[in-house]
């Protein structure tokens, strides 16, 4: 809580200016507004909107980062690839923060520390892409870069960016995250009844290989009942958001000086990342983000050098503080055991300790024969293993998971306990950007990634 009786602290003239300077940097992944005066109107007008988190809540962030950094805490961070206007109704995001709740619920059990929960919700309405057009046909359109920016349809009228919907993508964050405080806050997270929506989940004769699982956790929970833990305390979770900050148009108006400190916090989400098409350490997004207080994540890819590494430290997490840097791999099944030790070996030797983070998603894309994109269950999964794998040899923490979910029935991930094979992918293929885990795809990867923590 902050003290409103206190004189509030102004930022130096130095902060205020070294905010804007990414300006004089090449700034990748940005759309072409068609009126730069629009697009400063917008900006303007974001600016004076309400923050939508607050400096105090991304503070509590970075010191459970922190915590899973050391191996007392671990973090699930999990949502839409690409969130749509359309898609933020109260039972989609119920749905999805559901989701989140119930693989959290067995994360705890099998890791015996707590999940901190993350979502890919409030924020994510912009994404990079491979070409800045695309073409159907003999017909050539700006490439759809995600709902802030401009619409899926493919059309001119839609395609055209529109900076009026960097405003619209405020207010679509600030009704998702009160309906999530709402969830997480008034009961709707209750530990008995999370857990008793995995019981009819693992009942399923399809996954029966996670009943003997679920009876622990039934029992576990019987046993606090049974010696008078206060449930009352366990009916309300902590829920965090985040988004990769890619729109400097946004991430630069939402950032605000802290009435405490003096010091920039970006209020746009609790946790933001920079991508690994934008993480160049010379660009505007690294610089940026150097500059505000929140706690940073940064993809790397399996092309990643220990050079790499070591200079975005440098520059992202300088005075090498708890729970300040997290890195999130994405380097493929197929390469996540060759790739990822060497890193982890530089690391030891450099003093770092960030939060180290498995994305199991965006390196195992695939394209069907008939154009659907997709990835495998199974490389989800080796992915993750490989992934423990490597920081079990190498001595060091894996400390979380970084997956692109959806609480809803879709079919757009192959395998799981639900068979979903090339065929089934067309009956509710729903995602306008990448292919997501659906609900009983997400809730099978916790119970094998608690069994993996488990066993360690």
Do not use: C
């Given at each position: 809580?902050?003290?409103?009786?206190?004189?509030?602290?102004?930022?130096?003239?130095?902060?205020?200016?070294?905010?804007?300077?990414?300006?004089?940097?090449?700034?990748?992944?940005?759309?072409?507004?068609?009126?730069?005066?629009?697009?400063?109107?917008?900006?303007?007008?974001?600016?004076?909107?309400?923050?939508?988190?607050f400096a105090g809540e991304v503070d509590h962030l970075r010191d459970r980062i922190a915590a899973a950094a050391e191996g007392r805490a671990f973090l699930l961070q999990g949502g839409d690839c690409a969130e749509t206007f359309a898609g933020a109704t109260a039972d989609q995001i119920r749905n999805r923060v559901m989701t989140v709740l119930q693989m959290a619920v067995v994360l705890t059990y099998g890791a015996s520390v707590p999940?901190?929960?993350?979502?890919?919700?409030?924020?994510?309405?912009?994404?990079?892409?491979?070409?800045?057009?695309?073409?159907?046909?003999?017909?050539?359109?700006?490439?759809?870069?995600?709902?802030?920016?401009?619409?899926?349809?493919?059309?001119?009228?839609?395609?055209?960016?529109?900076?009026?919907?960097?405003?619209?993508?405020?207010?679509?964050?600030?009704?998702?995250?009160?309906?999530?405080?709402?969830?997480?806050?008034?009961?709707?997270?209750?530990?008995?009844?999370?857990?008793?929506?995995?019981?009819?989940?693992a009942a399923n004769p399809a996954n029966q290989r996670y009943e003997g699982l679920a009876r622990e956790i039934d029992r576990a929970i019987k046993f606090m009942e049974a010696a008078g833990a206060d449930f009352d305390e366990i009916k309300r979770v902590e829920f965090y958001s985040s988004h990769e900050a890619l729109l400097m148009d946004y991430e630069r108006p939402m950032t605000r000086i802290d009435s405490r400190t003096g010091t920039p916090y970006n209020t746009s989400a609790h946790f933001v990342w920079i991508g690994e098409r934008t993480r160049q350490i010379d660009g505007a997004h690294v610089d940026f983000l150097s500059r505000v207080r929140n706690p940073i994540g940064v993809k790397l890819g399996p092309s990643t050098s220990a050079d790499d590494m070591f200079r975005l430290i440098d520059k992202l997490d300088p005075a090498r503080e708890p729970g300040r840097l997290t890195f999130i791999t994405r380097m493929g099944a197929g390469r996540i055991r060759d790739a990822l030790p060497p890193l982890l070996d530089a690391i030891k030797r450099h003093g770092a300790t960030p939060l180290w983070v498995s994305d199991p998603m965006h390196g195992n894309g695939l394209t069907t024969p008939s154009g659907y994109k997709t990835r495998r269950f199974d490389d989800v999964v080796d992915e993750v293993k490989g992934f423990f794998d490597a920081h079990r040899d190498a001595g060091t923490v894996p400390g979380g998971i970084h997956v692109e979910l959806t609480g809803d029935d879709v079919t757009e991930c192959l395998g799981g306990s639900e068979h979903i094979d090339e065929a089934t992918l067309a009956t509710r293929y729903e995602s306008l950007c990448d292919p997501r885990l659906n609900h009983m795809q997400s809730l099978e990867l916790a119970f094998l990634v608690a069994e993996e923590l488990g066993a360690r």
């Open positions: 809580m902050l003290d409103h009786t206190a004189p509030a602290v102004p930022a130096d003239e130095s902060v205020l200016a070294g905010l804007d300077h990414w300006r004089t940097l090449e700034a990748k992944q940005q759309p072409t507004w068609p009126s730069a005066d629009a697009a400063r109107v917008a900006s303007e007008e974001l600016a004076t909107l309400p923050p939508l988190v999940v901190i929960k993350m979502g890919r919700m409030a924020g994510q309405f912009a994404k990079p892409r491979s070409s800045d057009t695309e073409t159907r046909g003999d017909v050539t359109l700006p490439a759809y870069r995600g709902d802030m920016v401009n619409g899926y349809d493919f059309t001119a009228e839609s395609r055209t960016a529109d900076p009026r919907r960097l405003v619209q993508g405020y207010h679509t964050a600030a009704s998702t995250l009160n309906l999530i405080r709402a969830f997480t806050q008034g009961g709707f997270a209750d530990l008995r009844q999370v857990h008793s929506w995995n019981r009819g989940f």
